[in-house]
């Protein structure tokens, strides 16, 4: 399967964006902790990504709140369950990884889905960056925790997960 790709600029940092005929399939920083397999067989076509890549540079400029791309990430039925709660998880707001796993109906499973959270293949659009410690503390983010960080102040969160005031306006 060839996926389609373009990497850019933005204010934290280069972005790679990846994705085939059924949607959005990878958003890599310039160092990942998990990276894309199979980028042997990807194509460099800015066109066929302009989309995600206009709506990624919108919301990083402060011009959007949410996305609205479809998305086609590849995972584990645990994994897809949590990627799909972290969409519920509102602009400005955080969540616990206990909250997450509540979300999910697995309560017990904070570390399982602390894992499946740090493989998101899609990170900013299904806002991992927003699951936070269970102490207000930030955590592990595949782009850093610099990353992490600027993103929370972005949506106007502070350090420590409490909301700073409303950036946009």
């Not at 790709?5 to 310039?30: E, K, N, Q, S």
């Not at 929370?152 to 909301?163: K, Q, V």
């Amino acid at each position: 399967m060839t996926l389609y790709y373009d990497r850019f600029d933005t204010p934290i940092g280069p972005l790679t964006v990846a994705a085939d005929a059924t949607g959005l399939r990878h958003i890599l920083f310039a160092q990942n902790r998990h990276d894309a397999k199979g980028r042997e067989q990807w194509r460099h076509d800015p066109a066929a990504v302009a989309e995600p890549r206009r709506q990624l540079l919108d919301y990083l400029h402060g011009r959007r709140r949410g996305f609205d791309l479809a998305l086609a990430p590849v995972g584990t039925e645990f994994q897809l369950q949590v990627w799909h709660a972290l969409a519920e998880i509102p602009f400005g707001g955080t969540w616990s990884y206990r909250q997450l796993a509540q979300r999910i109906g697995r309560p017990t499973a904070t570390r399982a889905v602390g894992a499946a959270n740090g493989r998101n293949p899609l990170p900013i659009v299904l806002p991992c960056h927003r699951v936070i410690g269970n102490d207000g503390t930030l955590t592990g983010f595949g782009g850093g925790l610099p990353t992490k960080a600027a993103l929370l102040r972005l949506e106007g969160i502070g350090n420590d997960g409490a909301r700073v005031g409303d950036l946009f306006g």
